[in-house]
């Protein structure tokens, strides 16, 4: 699973940023360290006078690596299927 969340407005989105975790290893109440970034973020405002393609690209940013790092995770390694 991947969460992409998008800030509308102009609110502080400071718990958003927390979650995204680019900074820094989240951890649960505990200490558990969590497994992978499953979280992206953007702020709507930082978009709002930029072209639709450069939202939408800041919004995919994270999502291949993302991919990459659920199968690494998961020990599953691509398969080299045929063109159809």
Known sequence: MSIIIVGVGNADFAA???LDGD???LRSHTGEEAARDIVQ??????FRNAAKETLAK???AELPQQVVQYFK???LPPTHSEPA
């Open 16 to 18: 958003m940023e927390f």
């Open 23 to 25: 900074s820094r290893t």
């Open 41 to 46: 973020f953007v702020p709507f405002r930082e």
């Open 58 to 60: 800041a919004v995919l």
């Open 73 to 75: 995770h998961k020990n």
